[in-house]
Antibody, heavy 120, light 111 residues
């Protein structure tokens, strides 16, 4: 069974870079599939951030592309996200997710999410 | 503003049928891209409810069904139950944005 677990700092100061990690168990990232990041501001809807294929191909949300860095670490079997120059608008629960097949969508497997607050 | 438009809220009595619409455009749903639906119970991660417009993943009751026509899609829930009370999100791909788009989400209240 595929299990995803996000981890991050919880609190980040404005203008800093937010680092997040998605640890994957029950599946080897080197076997393929896209890995997506989605966020949800408190009380709001879901927003897709980006998706990365194990080989490095990345699809980005155009509105976030300039601030997003994605990477896959097959040795640690995890996916990482860095979001730079954060503001209060980046306060959200951040989820990582994996599709059911070797396609971009839909997201069948989700982590439990990690709440990140941007505040000084 | 979300690329896909959903009503902010819908409600229905126990046992009734409700539908949730998801309206897109010619660059996403209208372009033929599949629509997927997620159920998000309070305080939890979204759960895949309907894939590829109308397919139910294993374990999803047949009370839930999806359809798509033109630039819109719909999620129907029959025989409403109290534990159906949740947020429902539609999702697709957009060729203009070259990426994934979500609707704004719909809160279902079971009366």
């Amino acid at each position: 069974q595929v299990h995803l677990q996000e981890s991050g700092p919880g609190l980040v100061k404005p203008s800093e870079t937010l680092p997040l990690t998605c640890a994957v168990s029950g599946f080897s990232i080197s076997n393929g599939y896209f890995w997506g990041w989605i966020r949800q501001p408190p009380g709001k809807g879901l927003e897709w951030i980006a998706s990365i294929y194990h080989s490095g191909t990345i699809y980005y949300n155009p509105s976030l592309k300039s601030r997003v860095t994605l990477a896959v670490d097959t040795s640690k079997n995890h996916v990482s996200l860095k979001l730079s120059s954060v503001t209060a608008a980046d306060t959200a629960v951040y989820y990582c997710a994996r599709p059911s097949g070797a396609v971009l969508l839909p997201f069948e497997y989700w982590g439990q999410g990690v709440l990140v607050t941007v505040s000084s | 503003q979300a690329a896909l438009t959903q009503p902010p809220s819908v409600s229905g009595a126990i046992g009734q049928r409700v539908t949730i619409s998801c309206t897109g455009s010619s660059s996403n749903i209208g372009a033929g891209y599949d629509v997927h639906w997620y159920q998000q119970l309070p305080g939890t991660a979204p759960k895949l409810l309907i894939s590829d417009n109308s397919n139910r993943p294993s374990g999803v009751p047949d009370r839930f069904s999806g359809s798509k026509s033109g630039t819109s899609a719909s999620l129907a829930i029959t025989g409403l139950q109290a534990d159906d009370e949740a947020d429902y999100h539609c999702q697709s791909y957009d060729s203009s944005l070259t990426g994934v788009v979500f609707g704004g989400g719909t809160k279902l209240t079971v009366l």
